[in-house]
């Protein structure tokens, strides 16, 4: 069966520091790959997605910056923090074609 | 701005009773989604309805389609504690780009 992962499930970091979330997905090859960014009680917003190696999408400019390394691997980084950057990221994966997706549990971001 | 709309944004009611919430979106669709997110967590999709279906049932859920109003609705019937949580619609890319469009979700309490 398909599990993705991510990590760490919290993070503090200081303004100004970078960043760096991994997701990595198990059981399935060649997945499509999905990095959101949710807000206290709102919706996701779609940061970055990827339907194979090196092929990133950004659909908000920002700060941020998303990496496929190896086909089941999906990295989100930063190199200096924003205030605005606090959230809760979610890694999702889903088979080719934009059909059913499937969460990682997520990691809450504070940044101070 | 987002495709999908969820209404109400908030519905508190008693265990037993039946809740309903609302989607509309504003392009064409090949499909839309429900996923539900306890507080905290992943997303995890509950059902999916083609353009071409009407109606569509899974265990307490019953969704609807209206693709002339671009419209959904998501019943629970009688709903229980454990269905507290955030409710989401997501519709496709009619044109084919491999993502989904989430909206800012309905917040559902159940009341014992």
């Known amino acids: 069966s398909q599990t993705i992962h991510q990590w760490p499930a919290t993070l503090v970091q200081p303004v100004g520091s970078p960043l760096s979330l991994e997701c990595t997905v198990e059981?399935?090859?060649?997945?499509?790959l999905y990095w959101y960014r949710q807000a206290a009680g709102r919706g996701l917003q779609l940061l970055f997605y990827?339907?194979?190696?090196?092929?990133i999408s950004s659909e908000v400019p920002q700060n941020l910056s998303a990496s496929r390394p190896q086909d089941r691997q999906f990295i989100l980084s930063s190199k200096k923090l924003l205030l605005s950057d606090s959230g809760f990221y979610l890694c999702?994966?889903?088979?080719?074609?934009?059909?059913?997706?499937?969460f990682g549990p997520g990691t809450r971001l504070l940044v101070l | 701005s987002q495709q999908g709309e969820e209404d109400p944004q908030a519905l508190s009611i008693q265990e037993g009773e039946n809740a309903t919430m609302n989607c509309s979106y504003k392009?064409?669709?090949?499909?839309l989604q429900w996923y539900r997110q306890n507080s905290g967590r992943g997303l995890v999709h509950l059902i999916l309805?083609?353009?071409?279906?009407r109606e569509k049932h899974s265990g307490r859920l019953r969704v609807t389609l209206d693709t002339s109003k671009k419209s959904s609705s998501l019943l629970i019937t009688a709903s229980r504690a454990a269905d507290t949580a955030s409710y989401f619609c997501?519709?496709?890319?009619?044109?084919?780009?491999?993502?989904?469009?989430f909206g800012q979700g309905t917040r559902l309490t159940i009341n014992p």
């Open positions: 999702a994966w889903a088979y080719t074609g934009p059909r059913t997706q499937y």
């Open positions: 059981g399935t090859s060649n997945p499509n």
């Open positions: 990827s339907i194979g190696i090196d092929q």
């Open positions: 392009t064409s669709i090949n499909n």
């Open positions: 309805i083609r353009s071409n279906e």
């Open positions: 997501a519709t496709d890319d009619f044109l084919g780009a491999q993502k989904l469009v």
